[in-house]
């Protein structure tokens, strides 16, 4: 991978994280301001899902790009099934269902650069695996 | 040449070209608002034939004065103040003054700008919409910009394809962002380190970085308030609100959370606003003064520490809502911190041309006036800092006055020194010297005259976004200034055609620019 690349993933990376942080916050204060907080129940399966981002991850490191992505596109469609589960008018399982489809997006995005550029967007994925176990503790543990 | 160019030179004269046509929507918006302040019974046929729901019988509602009032300040902050100093002149300039050969990424650069325009497009569309443009302003607070149509004219579809549009101008500006650092950081040419580059590069490195944490964290604070409209989630909205006497079926939302968000945002864009214009302003000075910046290093590591205090202090905008003193302390001591490397930059500008050969040529003229313009806005902003005084001042136009000087014509001052100053490189020839001086002068004596009188509105503590003063028994003593900064408004609206006529008129008979005509020491110059 190129420098260039790899300073403009990690910038991609930062602003990212700075989508993701701003949802916490949010996310944050609404749990305390709130008097309606009812803590959302994960599906099993949406655990389950993590074995996927590492999965593709430990593909990524063995260089088995296109099978990375396959897991990757499988991770999204379990994010998209859950999203799609969720109740928006419930606080706690709206703001869950922000962070798993914005999740999904950033997977379906790092899964299709996988596909197609290879090695150059192992950074990317690497974060996205991370940042899905965030916040599957975000909405399945501290929520 | 072709529009879906990645040439950066080509990109950067799109921007340049999309921030004039919506500043000129954004002027005449403004001058109808004007009009309508000191003739608030006056029918008008255009504004009939522009919003026949709006002003019936060329009469404007008060609805549609916040309708202008919203979309006057979403273009002029967004399309224009965050788009022509950054995207357009520094796509243009900061590769040839580092020395590389394009921006680190020129396609992503392309789909920066027609994102950019879509978004552009995107927010125009509010206009022909049922019910018409928002409402809200440009802060679009909820829980008016949350509730949908039920909150009035503009806030169903209007209000939607707001909220998208600045969705789509986040997410182009934190592309912009990518390849601006990623330019800086990787493309130098060899020999130029970072205290090697101008101040003007150094001024769009900082803006880029500012962008690339702030706009996340609006696209964030957007999503929420979309959903909060399309989706019935209660992120903002909350519980037991009753609107046109119908109780919203929302639980326990927190207004005041999105204006933490927004103002995250929110005052980093006034840096994003206002820190190119620094740049081209030491440059400008220098030039023009025959000597290199004084205190380079401290010019630079003050963009740095404005940039960095300015994500610390969003709380100053929120005050009144409510918040522990303590916190209000906080805010305060930091945003007043923000005076210093500020005062680091006016005093070292003010040495920069101390001794110098000062040729007062139209572009100096508009950096001096910028100077002018920033310490002026600048003490009000100190006033502003301090809760206290904020108590009173909030939402009057002590306000209004105080951001349009600092935030809107300062920079503005440095879009026109920009203009004048990289014109021979833009165009090949100059913008025309006695047309730019009367603009200057015009437009200098134009701005403080309409700006000025409205601090003296705000003392004496006239409300903002207030469509008809005459409605209210205090207010109609100050109609007379009201009055006057019309006409001084009209007159300065005037005499930007002169500019307009110079721009255009210029690009094809003005007079032909020699290789580096102003003499200048930058890489810029010298390029092929």
Redesign the interface.
């Known amino acids: 991978m190129t420098n260039v690349a790899r300073t403009g993933q990690t910038l991609l990376i930062v602003a990212s994280s700075m989508l993701f942080a701003a949802f916490t916050s949010a996310m944050v204060v609404r749990r305390a301001t709130g008097t309606d907080w009812i803590a959302p129940s994960v599906p099993v399966w949406l655990w389950a899902a993590a074995l996927l981002a590492i999965a593709a991850s430990c593909l990524v490191a063995k260089k088995f790009y296109r099978s990375a992505a396959l897991c990757g596109f499988a991770l999204v469609a379990s994010q998209i099934a859950c999203a799609a589960s969720l109740r928006m008018g419930d606080v706690a399982q709206s703001f869950a269902a922000v962070l798993v489809t914005a999740h999904a997006a950033h997977a379906l995005f790092g899964a299709c650069a996988l596909w197609w550029k290879g090695e150059r967007a192992s950074l990317f994925w690497h974060f996205a695996g991370a940042l899905w176990l965030y916040v599957l503790w975000l909405i399945g543990v501290w929520a | 040449m072709t529009i879906f160019s990645t040439d950066h030179k080509v990109i950067g004269k799109q921007y340049i070209g999309l921030s004039l046509f919506a500043v000129l929507i954004g002027m005449a918006l403004s001058l109808a608002m004007r009009y309508h302040l000191v003739h608030p019974d006056a029918k008008v046929r255009l504004f009939q034939m522009l919003w026949p729901d709006g002003a019936p019988g060329g009469q404007m509602t008060p609805e549609l004065y916040l309708s202008l009032m919203t979309m006057h300040g979403t273009i002029m902050v967004f399309f224009v103040l965050t788009t022509a100093p950054q995207s357009g002149f520094g796509n243009y300039f900061l590769p040839l003054q580092i020395g590389a050969h394009d921006m ?2 020129p396609v992503l650069n392309m789909l920066s700008f027609w994102t950019t325009t879509l978004s552009f497009l995107v927010l125009m569309a509010a206009f022909v919409v049922e019910g018409g443009a928002p409402l809200s302003g440009w802060t679009a607070y909820p829980p008016l910009s949350a509730l949908g149509k039920i909150a009035g004219p503009g806030q169903g579809l209007g209000q939607d394809l707001w909220v998208l549009s600045i969705a789509l101008f986040c997410v182009a500006s ?1 592309m912009a ?2 390849n601006f ?2 330019t800086i ?3 130098r040419a060899p020999g130029v380190g970072y205290f090697d580059m101008p101040l003007t590069a150094w001024a769009w490195f900082v803006t880029a970085l500012i962008s ?2 702030a ?3 609006l ?3 957007g ?2 308030l979309l ?1 909060d409209r399309m ?5 903002f909205i909350p ?1 037991g609100l009753v609107v046109s006497d119908q109780i919203q079926a929302r ?4 207004p ?2 999105f204006q ?2 927004f103002w ?1 945002f929110g005052h980093p864009e006034v840096y994003i606003a206002i820190l190119p214009g620094m740049g081209v302003i030491s440059t400008v000075l220098s030039v023009f003064s025959g000597k290199k910046v004084f205190g380079y290093r401290a010019m630079a590591y003050a963009m740095l520490a404005i940039g960095g205090l300015g994500f610390l202090v969003w709380g100053h905008h929120m005050f009144i809502s409510g918040m522990s003193p303590y916190s209000s302390v906080a805010f305060s001591v930091l945003t007043l911190a923000i005076g210093v490397p500020s005062a680091i930059k006016t005093f070292n500008w003010i040495a920069t041309l101390w001794g110098g050969r000062i040729r007062f040529k139209a572009a100096m003229l508009y950096a001096l006036g910028f100077v002018s313009l920033f310490i002026t806005g600048g003490v009000t902003g100190l006033v502003l800092g301090q809760p206290g005084l904020d108590l009173y001042f909030h939402d009057t136009y002590f306000v209004v006055a105080h951001f349009h000087l600092i935030m809107g014509v300062a920079a503005i001052f440095a879009i026109f020194a920009a203009l004048h100053y990289w014109f021979p490189l833009l165009y090949g020839r100059f913008l025309n010297e006695t047309l730019g001086k009367i603009h200057f002068y015009g437009t200098f004596v134009g701005v403080y005259a309409v700006f000025v009188p409205l601090h003296f509105a705000g003392i004496a503590g006239n409300p903002r976004r207030y469509p008809d003063f005459k409605e209210y028994e205090f207010l109609k003593s100050l109609m007379p200034l009201h009055v006057g900064v019309t006409h001084a408004a009209y007159s300065l609206a005037a005499i930007q055609l002169l500019f307009l006529f110079n721009y255009f008129w210029s690009q094809r008979k003005g007079k032909l620019a020699d290789k580096n005509p102003w003499g200048a020491a930058t890489r810029e110059w010298n390029h092929d």
């Open positions: 680190a990424f934190l962002a990518i650092i990623a950081i990787e493309l690339l944490f706009f996340a964290v696209l964030a604070g999503i929420l959903l989706a019935g989630t209660s992120f519980g639980s326990g939302g927190s005041i959370l933490h968000l995250f």
